[in-house]
């Protein structure tokens, strides 16, 4: 058991979100008034606002936002590097200063009532607690399916992932302090969590709709995200590419028996057109795998020049603003 009213940090990564961000502000506002007043957490504790290199004035009102409410503050990083950054140099920089973070985005789609049962769970003893979405009835169709096969696909590859969690989630500053340990470029933070390990456990929660402002996840980014999560933390595809090859090469040996038995036979041997045929197909199926084996080997460069993953260019909490 933890000792209550221990300081809290909620981590929002902002990337256009200028049509969001009061709305959220607001109810962000009454939730860690109340979680205060009811001595659940410090009254140092804070919601950060990372902006993710906004195009529009999100920094302009991050900024005017935590000249004027006591519990909000943010930083700025230097470009847009993408949400699984942000918010990696959002907890990064939060756990300087935070007990217990909570991650969460800034279109409220999570239920921010959820954090209070995650608050429990984290004074009962648990280090993460996961927030998990109970149904998906708001996401469309084809979000729905996507989503649902990616999480069923990684645990078919053999990737300890939460089902249904995306990065809503409560985690102790020691686990953020071990995390700063996994050094990988390629991020997929909802994979790495479950890998720190420690005593978690899941809280259930309705997604809501996006209220303002459009997804800033399209298709193309969200197919990137979970090619990420499936290279980045699997090296089944690479085992199954060596799977095949041995499976055709066995056929092939089989195929090639049986028409020299035909031709000692002296049954005529079948048309050109096979050959043809499994030319093109041997050809197609080595240019995927060697593509899937590139995939790889693009990761390896990546890490191995392991370029810093986030640069904050502004920090509200040293600039003076803020105790
Ligand atoms: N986001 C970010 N950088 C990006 C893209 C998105 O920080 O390059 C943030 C965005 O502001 C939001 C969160 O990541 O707080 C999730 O994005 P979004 O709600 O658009 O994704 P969806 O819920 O549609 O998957
Ligand atoms: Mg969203």
């Excluded at 195009?55 to 000249?67: N, P």
Aim: proline content about 2%.
């Amino acid at each position: 058991m933890r000792k209550k009213e221990e300081i809290l940090y909620v981590v929002v990564p902002c990337y256009n979100e200028e049509e969001v961000l009061e709305e959220t502000t607001k109810q962000l506002k009454a939730k860690m008034e109340k979680l205060v007043k009811d001595k659940v957490i410090s009254d140092q504790s804070k919601v950060m606002y990372v902006n993710d290199g906004s195009k529009d004035k999100t920094w302009e009102l991050i900024e005017k936002i935590s000249k004027r409410e006591k519990y909000f503050t943010g930083i700025s990083l230097s470009r847009n590097r993408g949400h699984q950054n942000a918010l990696l140099g959002g907890l990064m920089t939060a756990k300087n200063y935070a007990d217990v973070v909570v991650s969460m985005d800034a279109d409220l789609q999570d239920d921010i009532h959820a954090i209070d049962e995650m608050l429990k769970k984290y004074y009962d003893g648990c280090d993460i607690v996961y927030g998990v979405r109970s149904a998906r009835k708001k996401d469309t169709f084809f979000k729905r399916v996507t989503a649902e096969g990616f999480y069923k696909f990684m645990r078919a590859l053999g990737v300890d992932c939460v089902y249904n969690h995306a990065d809503y989630r409560l985690t102790s500053k020691r686990v953020l302090e071990e995390l700063e340990g996994f050094q990988e470029v390629n991020l997929f933070l909802r994979g790495m969590f479950p890998l720190v390990g420690f005593q978690s456990d899941i809280v259930y929660y309705e997604r809501n709709e996006r209220f303002a402002g459009e997804s800033k996840y399209p298709l193309k980014k969200m197919l990137n995200f979970a090619w990420d999560g499936i290279t980045s933390f699997s090296v089944k595809p690479l085992r199954f590419i060596s799977g095949m090859g041995f499976f055709i090469l066995m056929l092939s040996i089989f195929f090639a028996i049986y028409m020299i038995i035909r031709m000692c036979i002296g049954q005529s041997v079948y048309d050109w057109m096979i050959f043809v045929l499994s030319i093109f197909f041997m050809g197609g199926l080595q240019m995927i795998c060697m593509g899937v084996v590139g995939e790889y080997i693009g990761k390896i460069y990546g890490e191995v020049k392991a370029r810093p993953r986030y640069i904050i260019s502004k920090n509200l909490l040293e600039d003076g603003k803020c105790d």
